[in-house]
């Protein structure tokens, strides 16, 4: 069965500092990655995905994650943090799957990230 | 524009009493997903849907029973009410195309039993 890890279950940073929020997963096989963001009284808004190709992806406001097989982690990065960042970050995992198919998500369970002045 | 909204935002509810959530999507997905939210376990399935007229149980179903009416309508229906259930719900909709594997959340609805 597919499990994801977020080891950290909150993390303050000062703005401006760089952010590496932590995922490790468990899945045999190749998995579908994701990192999603729940900002305060809002529902969750897809930062970045991952899938087979190059580990390293992109994603909106700056954010990046890398991909690591031999460590089962998908970590999230990103250069400079903003206040406007504080939110909830969750981690999440899906099956490799043929297209039609049910994808069914397995989340972490998310770490609060708070940005001090 | 594309979205997931759900009602109500905000429900409070008697133990015993029976709650219905609803949830509407626009984006056409054949696929539709009611998770709740505690914190510690990040957002666990409890029902999901592969179009109207189908309901399958999620991870945690226990208490909770859904209904697909349409493409675009996917409802969870507590019958028993307990104040377990007080919690955060999420509904979703998504579909795989090609290689994408893609959730879109509503906003949630707050549900407290008491």
């Known amino acids: 069965a597919q499990s994801v890890t977020q080891p950290d279950a909150r993390v303050t940073v000062s703005e401006g500092a760089s952010l590496q929020l932590r995922c490790k997963y468990s899945?045999?096989?190749?998995?579908?990655l994701f990192w999603y963001v729940q900002y305060p009284r809002q529902g969750l808004q897809l930062l970045l995905k991952?899938?087979?190709?190059?580990?390293v992806v992109q994603g909106v406001n700056g954010f990046e994650a890398e991909f690591s097989k031999s460590n089962s982690s998908f970590h999230l990065r990103k250069a400079s943090v903003h206040w406007s960042d504080w939110a909830v970050y969750f981690c999440?995992?899906?099956?490799?799957?043929?297209?039609?198919?049910?994808?069914?998500?397995?989340f972490g369970a998310g770490t609060r990230l708070a940005v001090c002045p | 524009e594309a979205a997931v909204t759900q009602s109500p935002r905000n429900k409070v509810a008697v133990t015993g009493g029976k709650v219905t959530l609803s949830c509407n999507q626009t984006?056409?997905?054949?696929?539709m997903y009611w998770y709740r939210q505690d914190t510690g376990h990040g957002l666990r399935l409890i029902h999901y849907?592969?179009?109207?007229?189908?309901?399958e149980k999620g991870d945690i179903p226990d208490g909770y029973k859904a209904s697909r009416p349409s493409q675009e309508n996917f409802s969870l229906i507590l019958e028993l009410a307990t104040p377990s259930q007080t919690s955060v719900y999420f509904c979703?909709?998504?579909?795989?195309?090609?290689?994408?594997?893609?959730?879109?959340f509503g906003p949630g609805t707050r549900l407290t039993v008491l």
């Open positions: 991952y899938y087979p190709g190059d580990p």
């Open positions: 849907s592969y179009g109207a007229g189908s309901t």
């Open positions: 899945y045999f096989g190749t998995p579908y």
């Open positions: 979703a909709s998504g579909d795989l195309t090609g290689a994408y594997a893609e959730q879109f």
């Open positions: 999440a995992v899906s099956p490799l799957l043929l297209s039609g198919s049910f994808n069914k998500l397995t």
């Open positions: 984006n056409n997905h054949n696929n």
